[in-house]
């Protein structure tokens, strides 16, 4: 498996501490402990890129990182990663101060070309990966849905839990965004991932 070069560039929850926005970006969110941080060390090929931790909560500000290239490509990219919303153990106001820094950033991030939502395989439709879904497509920001811990589910059980969310978006969704299934266990999806991120950096400046 071939790894990316990664580096941290810093963390903030405001413009002035975000880098310069002169390179095409992805951010990845999803509830608290949705595996989002393992996700981005396996996308990446960097064990410790990210914070894995056990404690819900952690990522506090919008961590950024300048990766070099893609699987088949050199051109450098960001990557944003943003703290998780649902069930983190933390006053009201600190989560109420992250949700004005996540739609203050996912609105005005100019340089932002996707959205990855990372959403729980073995989970049922949870209500606050619905909800961060609707607000994205009211604000018209580009999305697409990733599914962790397939590793996690026998592979029926998988496709059963797919089913049903995708049933669910389907209430209020004409056409589905465009769907991944990963695992930061056995790299399912890092190819697919990185293809996709390639596909779209390609048209950056265009």
């Known amino acids: 498996m071939e790894n990316l070069k990664a580096t941290h560039l810093g ?3 405001e413009h002035k501490h975000w880098p310069k926005p002169g390179l095409p970006e992805y951010a990845f969110i999803g509830r608290s402990n949705v595996g989002k941080s393992s996700l981005i060390n ?5 064990n410790k890129l990210a914070r894995v931790s056990s404690t819900p909560g952690k990522t506090r500000n919008v961590e950024h990182f300048r990766v070099e290239g893609t ?8 990557l944003a990663d943003l703290p998780g919303y649902g069930f983190a153990k933390v006053s009201l106001a600190e989560r109420a101060t992250w949700q004005l820094m996540i739609h203050t950033y996912l609105k005005e991030r100019e340089n932002l070309q996707c959205v990855m939502v990372l959403v729980d395989s073995r989970l049922d439709p949870q209500r606050s990966d619905i909800d961060m879904i609707a607000w994205l497509g009211e604000h018209e920001i580009p999305f697409v849905i990733v599914f962790t811990k397939s590793d996690k589910l026998k592979q029926p059980s998988l496709v059963s839990n797919i089913a049903k969310f995708k ?3 389907k209430k209020t969704w004409n056409a589905l965004p465009q769907l991944f299934i990963s695992s930061a266990e056995t790299y399912r999806g890092r190819d697919e991932l990185l293809a996709f991120i390639d596909e779209v950096n390609a048209d950056w400046g265009n």
């Open 11 to 13: 963390s903030g929850r």
């Open 71 to 78: 699987l088949k490509r050199d051109a450098p990219w960001f």
């Open 167 to 169: 049933r669910e978006l």
């Open 42 to 46: 396996m996308l990446v090929g960097i």
